[in-house]
C-alpha cells in the first residue's frame, strides 16, 4: 500500500511539473517572442512599401519633409513607450489613433495611416504597443494592459494636435481587440467611434484555438496554468483579458471588419463582438480575405466603407 501511495503521490508530482513546464514554454512561446517582433521591426520599411506600393510616395514625402516624428511618453511603471505621428496637411481637430497587431509595430500600420493622413485628411498617431517597436516591455500584453497604455497616448494626440480633436482609434488584429478593449473604459470626450478590424473575442479564446491548431493540445490543464503564470509574472490574467466582455461596455460607434477567409483569427469570432456591442455599429463580412488583409485586398472599398462610418461621427471638414 505504501508503494502504491508513493508512486501515486510521485505520478502526481510529476504532472504537475509537467505541466507548469508546459505553462512556462507556452507563456515564453506566446509573450516573449524576441527574435519574431525584431526580425518584423527590422524588415517592417521594406515590407510596407512592397505590400502596399501606393502608400511609398506619400510615405517618402513624409519622411522628406520631416513630417513623420517621434513621441515618447513614460508609463507609470517606468516604461518609455513610443509612437510615431503626423500633422495633416492643413490644420485640423479630426484625428485617427492607430494600433497595431501582434509582434507588429506602428511602422507596419502606415498602410491605415495613409488611409486617414492622405486620402481623409486626418493627423494620426501610431503607437509600438510594449515589447514591440521602440517601446520597452517585459512581455507582449495581448491588448489588455495595452488598452490603459492606449487612453493615455489617446490623451497626447488630443494635447499635441491642438486639444478639442475629434478622434476615431483604428486597430488590426491585437490592435483590434487593443481598440475594443479600450472603447469599454470610459473615454474622453474626444473619441467619437472605433474601427476594429479582425479582433479576437478574448486572449483565452484565440489562446485555445492556437493550442489546439498548433499543438494539437486541449485547454485543459495548460490554459488555466498559464494564466495562473501570467497573472504571477505580468498581473493579468486569459479570463480577464476580453474584448467580448469590454465591447458590451462600449458606447460609442463601432465598425466590425473581419475577412471570411481569415483563420488566424477565426470569423466567427466577429459575430457575438458584433451582437455583444449595444447602440451604433456596422459590419463589413470581407470575401476571401485572410487575417489582416482586408485593406490590402480592397483598398479603395476598405476607404469608402471607413470613410463613410467614420465621417459620420467624427464629422467632415
Known sequence: ?????????????????????????????????????????????????AAYPWIAPWLDSLERAGALRDTVIVASD????????????????RTAVIVHGYTDCAVRMLMIG??????????????????HGLSDGR?????????????????VADRRFGGATRMVVHGISMGAATTMMVSGEPQPPCVRCFVEDCGYTSVR???????????????????????????????WGFGEASALDQVA???????FIHGDA????????????????????????????????SYRDYPEEYTRRVAEFVERYVGAE
Open 205 to 235: 479564446d484565440e489562446f485555445r484555438k492556437e493550442l489546439r491548431e498548433q499543438f494539437a493540445l486541449p485547454a485543459f490543464p495548460l490554459l488555466p496554468a498559464a494564466s495562473a503564470l501570467c497573472r504571477l509574472k505580468y498581473g
Open 249 to 255: 461596455r462600449c458606447r460609442l460607434p463601432m465598425l
Open 78 to 93: 517606468g516604461a518609455r513607450l513610443h509612437a510615431l505621428y503626423a500633422e495633416a496637411a492643413e490644420p485640423t481637430p
Open 139 to 155: 512581455a507582449i500584453q495581448m491588448g489588455w494592459k495595452d488598452r490603459l497604455d492606449v487612453l493615455r497616448w489617446m490623451e
Open 114 to 131: 495613409y488611409l486617414y493622413h492622405r486620402c481623409l485628411g486626418f493627423n494620426i498617431l501610431l503607437p509600438d504597443l510594449r515589447y
Open 1 to 49: 500500500m505504501k508503494r502504491w501511495i508513493l508512486a501515486l503521490v510521485a505520478f502526481v508530482l510529476l504532472w504537475g511539473v509537467a505541466i507548469w513546464a508546459g505553462a512556462r514554454y507556452m507563456l515564453s512561446y506566446a509573450l516573449t517572442p524576441a527574435a519574431v517582433v525584431a526580425e518584423k521591426n527590422a524588415t517592417a520599411p521594406d515590407e510596407m512599401r
Open 262 to 293: 481569415d483563420t488566424f483569427v477565426p470569423t466567427w469570432m466577429v459575430y457575438p463582438l458584433y451582437e455583444a456591442k449595444p447602440g451604433d455599429k456596422e459590419l463589413w463580412i470581407v470575401p476571401g480575405a485572410a487575417h489582416a488583409l
